[in-house]
């Protein structure tokens, strides 16, 4: 097992694999930037390295400086955590380079799967559904329009390399697609560092279903179920949740099959979710994390397995044994993204936290990096804890999650927690009518 490991992220990641570090006997080596100096990530390490100033771009995503960190520790491997580094290509390489294991996929399937051109041409090789639309890099005006006028608009300009709900545009007609080609080019260029786009029918009520994946490095490969994450704000999530209750059992058993034969077609190793978006009784593949991501925690509530923990075993070479291949689900499990921000202006809402009281009970966990006195920090992502509970039924699962929204009080700054109040309490949400568009329609209302 790997001796000491260095957590390349900050905030409630960075606590969940220094806990799962513990759980192994592992040593912890935390980065930080100056403005995180005090964070909780920092505290609870068992060492610290200052990386860099407050911008990220000269700290948490400062490659020299984070493996100079790693060096200088004795670290043996490094944990990207997500977002940051964590599908970077270069930081895993060069860290494999540096001698220190990388805990997630090969360099060359972060790669493979971070250009969603080529991952798309994957899974259309495997048989397996995707939205119409280009299947290669759209090259010239003419191009596009043949596509959207083959496909019909509206239709959907994605980034090759793009992440994070941005770099997509929606196109309703010839004159618009005409006018906006350059400028979304121009814009994922700026984001991205590549001004590939591809095109695809926009689809205009669907729900988005992914599959955790967990495969060792012998070529095992299984599913952990699946997730839904149709309550989302600008193609983010802020709502999750296990299992889907809402597609029937037949069409879900596709679903799973197909993610674990795209991960095992590229002898993926590590955890890692395959998305896809669900319609009028058919899925479209839309893309691969290869990471673990922000939502694992519902998994690990309904499968009773450690997601962060197994994925560090796995990086040491450990196999999927018994215990995986008789995974039991059981009950259901959400997931709040509660974020420092204005609720009118929904901007982010840094400051000093205080009167912090976090809720508890039964099936109730709270994955954050906070204490009373903690500054949120303006300069990283508004995230600032995940409120996760289980129970034995979704209706049971609304209602202690409603309760648990009720008790959770962060002082000194503005937080989503009273729009979660109001969604869970809202029939449409309670009935499970959800499509991507959900959350539009319930703000509008
Ligand atoms: P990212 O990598 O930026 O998260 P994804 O491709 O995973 O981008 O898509 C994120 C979200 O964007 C989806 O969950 C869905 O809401 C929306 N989306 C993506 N492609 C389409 C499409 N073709 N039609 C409608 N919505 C889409």
Do not use: W
Not at 7 to 34: F, Y
Not at 37 to 55: I, M, Y
Not at 175 to 200: M, P, Q, T, W
Not at 260 to 289: C, H, P, R, W
């Amino acid at each position: 097992m790997f001796k000491k490991i260095l957590i390349a992220n900050r905030g409630e990641i960075a606590l969940r694999v220094i806990r799962a570090c513990r759980q192994l006997g592992i040593k912890t080596v935390a980065i930080h930037s100056t403005a995180d100096r005090d964070s909780l990530h920092v505290k609870l390490a068992d060492e610290s390295v200052c990386v860099g100033p407050a911008p990220s771009s000269k700290s948490y995503l400062n490659i020299p400086s984070i493996l100079s960190a790693a060096e200088v520790t004795g670290s043996d491997a490094v944990h990207p955590g997500y977002g940051f580094l964590a599908e970077n290509y270069e930081f895993a390489k060069r860290t494999q380079e540096c001698g220190m294991k990388f805990i997630g996929p090969s360099p060359h399937n972060i790669e493979l799967m971070g250009d969603k051109i080529k991952a798309k041409q994957i899974v259309k090789d495997l048989g397996i559904p995707l939205i119409p639309g280009s299947y290669a890099k759209v090259k010239t005006e003419n191009d596009a329009l043949a596509i959207a006028s083959d496909i019909s608009f509206p239709v959907i300009l994605k980034a090759a390399l793009g992440g994070g709900g941005r770099g997509m545009r929606i196109i309703s007609h010839e004159s618009e697609l005409r006018k906006s080609l350059s400028l979304v080019r121009n814009e994922v260029l700026a984001h991205f560092g590549s001004s590939d786009i591809y095109i695809e029918k926009y689809l205009n009520k669907p729900r988005h279903i992914e599959v955790q994946i967990v495969a060792d490095q012998d070529g095992h490969v299984i599913h952990l179920g699946e997730r839904e994450c149709s309550v989302q704000r600008n193609y983010q999530k802020i709502l999750e949740e296990a299992p889907c209750s809402f597609i029937s059992d037949d069409m879900k058993s596709k679903i799973l099959q197909d993610a674990v034969k795209i991960a095992s077609s590229i002898n993926y190793q590590s955890v890692g979710t395959i998305e896809f978006l669900f319609q009028d009784d058919t899925y479209y593949f839309i893309e691969m994390n290869t990471r673990i991501q922000v939502e694992h925690p519902v998994t690990e509530m309904v499968t009773g397995i450690d997601l962060v923990k197994t994925q560090i075993q796995i990086a040491c070479g450990a196999k999927l044994n018994e215990s995986f291949s008789d995974v039991q689900f059981k009950g259901h499990a959400m997931e709040c993204r509660i974020n420092a921000e204005d609720p009118e202006t929904l901007m982010p809402y840094p400051g000093e936290i205080h009167d912090y009281h976090v809720p508890g009970g039964v099936g109730v966990r709270v994955d954050a990096a906070l204490y009373n006195g903690c500054e949120v920090q303006p300069f990283y992502d508004s995230l600032i804890a995940k409120l996760i509970v289980h129970g034995d039924n979704r209706n049971e699962v609304i209602n202690k999650m409603r309760n648990a929204l009720d008790e959770y009080v962060i002082g000194g700054i503005k937080t989503n927690i009273h729009l979660f109040r109001k969604i869970l309490k809202d029939p449409e949400f309670v009935q499970g009518n959800l499509n991507t568009s959900y959350l539009k329609r319930f703000l509008k209302v």
